[in-house]
């Protein structure tokens, strides 16, 4: 009977091919089947094999240049979006439940993070925003956390030298900012201490995905609160991130 991708046999060929296209990533001009047998510490045979039946479903596209990824994983790659909303949906709820507060989960769009799903505090007192909602990144947890991605120059470019003030707490400064994004990229954590509106504060941090949109996940709270609690929200902020990249694959 011909293995179903089940057994051991089936496991292999699916763990053979997953090494081919990882030694692919992004390497745009394409590679030789001699490097993608040495990146993927492959058999040159077996990845000729491997490299055939990909071509087959376009997940690759073998040229002059050599091997590079197919146009089919452009298509699923378009879809992820939905993906990770989607898969990050009870976790946020989860976080949400045990805080008590407002959950958000963003993407980068230019020097924006566009909110596109939020678990909502259910208490009286709480902070909610619109789903589609664009909040700057210099002045929110999540937007510092996305900058600190990027090197000092690349925060300049997506930021501009002057910054936007939207409360007596907002920096303004890029020098300012990029100080503050040092102490972020040693800790993978953010705080927003009523930079974006009086009154309110968060704590932010990013996620991987695998996708090529870069998101950004946050607890906001009622400032009394957030100084009262921040310690239990750093651990539920922490738990979600973890829940997430599990569920995508990640960790």
């Known amino acids: 009977m011909a293995d179903d991708g089940d057994g051991p046999s089936g496991k292999q060929v699916i763990a053979r091919a ?7 990533e992004g390497q745009d001009q394409g590679l030789s089947l001699a490097q993608i ?8 045979s077996t990845v000729q094999r491997i490299v055939s039946a990909l071509e087959a479903q376009q997940l690759v596209v ?9 146009p089919a994983l452009a298509r699923l790659a378009a879809s992820a979006h939905t993906d990770v909303v989607a898969l990050s949906r009870p976790h ?14 963003s993407v980068v769009r230019g020097e924006h993070a566009i909110l596109v799903e939020q678990y909502a505090s259910d ?7 619109s789903v589609g909602a664009a909040l700057p990144l210099h002045c929110t947890a999540h937007g510092k956390a996305l900058l600190a991605d990027l090197d000092d120059a ?18 303004t400064r890029l020098p300012a900012l990029l100080e503050q994004l040092d102490t972020v990229r040693t800790s993978g954590f953010a705080r927003d201490q009523e930079e974006h509106a009086e009154g309110v504060c968060a704590l932010g941090t990013t996620l991987r ?18 100084v009262r609690d921040s310690d239990a ?19």
């Open 37 to 44: 047998a040495r990146n993927a510490d492959l058999p040159r």
């Open 62 to 70: 073998a040229g002059a240049s050599g091997v590079r990824l197919g």
């Open 154 to 171: 690349a925060v300049e470019v997506v930021v501009g030298s002057t910054l936007e003030r939207r409360t007596a707490r907002t920096i």
């Open 92 to 105: 946020l709820e989860a976080a949400g439940r045990a805080t008590r507060e407002t959950v958000h989960l």
């Open 123 to 129: 208490q009286e007192l709480r902070v909610v925003s």
């Open 209 to 226: 995905t695998g996708t090529a949109e870069r998101y950004g996940l946050s607890i906001v709270a009622p400032a009394l609160r957030f």
């Open 18 to 24: 997953a090494a081919v296209l990882r030694a692919l």
């Open 233 to 251: 929200l750093w651990g539920a902020l922490t738990r979600c991130r973890s829940a997430i990249e599990d569920s995508l694959g990640m960790r």
